[in-house]
Nanobody
Framework: QVQLVESGGGLVEAGGSLRLSCAVSGGTFGSYVIGWFRQVPGKEREFAAAINLGGGSTNYADAVKGRFTISRDNAKNTVFLQMNSLKPEDTAVYYC?????????????????????WGQGTQVTVSS
């Protein structure tokens, strides 16, 4: 029903920036929460940020708050994750994920089990 495709990953030095993109297709753009998760091999996938496409509300994990910004471009059906002041511990595969929501002004959940649609991931590597 919904397809998500991530792009924009790469290799950057500590302190640098990257912008990830999540292209959303196959659904009504304004009726979903889109979140970003990240995963290091051998560790659990962890929540990074989410945006409610209905009302635009955002929430962030403490580890990325103040450095990462999630945003949307309705005309392009795309969600972005701007990552600044990157640290080596930000190194991970970053996934965008989504679930349908009629609650336009509620914050996206941090629970990965609530997300029904997942992209394939894009690698972010931060060197020291």
């Amino acid at each position: 029903q919904v397809q998500l495709v991530e792009s924009g990953g790469g290799l950057v030095e500590a302190g640098g920036s990257l912008r990830l993109s999540c292209a959303v297709s196959g659904g009504t753009f304004g009726s979903y929460v889109i979140g970003w998760f990240r995963q290091v091999p051998g560790k659990e996938r962890e929540f990074a940020a989410a945006i409610n496409l209905g009302g635009g509300s955002t929430n962030y994990a403490d580890a990325v708050k103040g450095r990462f910004t999630i945003s949307r471009d309705n005309a392009k059906n795309t969600v972005f994750l701007q990552m600044n002041s990157l640290k080596p511990e930000d190194t991970a595969v970053y996934y965008c994920a989504g679930y349908y929501s009629s609650r336009a002004f509620h914050l996206g959940t941090t629970r990965e089990s609530a997300y029904d649609y997942w992209g394939q991931g894009t690698q972010v590597t931060v060197s020291s």
